[in-house]
């Protein structure tokens, strides 16, 4: 799996629909309208998430490896 910091994450979830909700210090809350699910990506000075994180928040969004 490729690294891809919680920024570059943001602008993937941001294209494919996902809201920015708010933001909680250095962690940004996205959802979708009319879904219950709630994604936090952690974002630490354009530092690469880890790869269970980002397996994680792919599979939650409905995302492949690809679309990042």
């Not at 790869?51 to 409905?62: E, P, V």
Request: aromatic share 2%; hydrophobic share 40%; charged share 20%.
């Amino acid at each position: 799996m490729k690294s891809v910091s919680g920024k570059q994450l943001c602008k993937a979830l941001e294209s494919h629909g996902w809201l920015l909700l708010r933001i909680n210090g250095s962690h940004h809350i996205y959802g979708r309208l009319g879904a219950i699910e709630r994604l936090t990506v952690p974002v630490h000075a354009n530092q690469d998430l880890k790869r269970g994180l980002l397996g994680h928040l792919l599979k939650q969004a409905g995302l492949t490896e690809a679309d990042v």
